[in-house]
């Protein structure tokens, strides 16, 4: 694959990458020069835009997380009753937490603020 010249083509060409090699492999065993490779791009861009394999789990998380907040917002839209549906998004996001996190801490802090986020932004709670 040739270098990819746009910052932000080369950004999400990293995310993406992370999270094909993540799935395959595992965090753990996923080196930042894979992920570079796959995504086409020079390994030290990982470093200079998200300060390691640590900050890029955190990119590939807040991409998945603010599509769901997308389709959420959709589902919320087209709801008979918002607390309802704003009740079963929440079991929904803490169900999708559980299988994305594996195990991982970090996935699972970052889930659970993200979890208590849509709780109160859907409910008006806290």
Do not use: W
């Amino acid at each position: 694959m040739g270098r990819i010249r746009n910052r932000a083509i080369r950004e999400e060409a990293l995310v993406a990458a992370a999270g094909r090699l993540f799935a395959s492999r595992g965090y753990e065993a996923t080196t930042t020069r894979e992920i570079a490779s796959e995504a086409g791009c020079a390994e030290g861009l990982i470093h200079r835009y998200f300060r390691g394999k640590e900050g890029l789990l955190l990119a590939l998380i807040r991409s998945h997380t603010s599509r769901e907040f997308l389709d959420m917002n959709q589902r919320l839209r087209l709801a008979p009753s918002l607390e309802e549906e704003g009740v079963q998004l929440v079991f929904a996001e803490a169900e999708e937490l559980v299988r994305f996190s594996d195990g991982n801490e970090v996935v699972k802090l970052i889930g659970s603020a993200h979890i208590r986020e849509c709780h109160h932004s859907f409910l008006g709670k806290r």
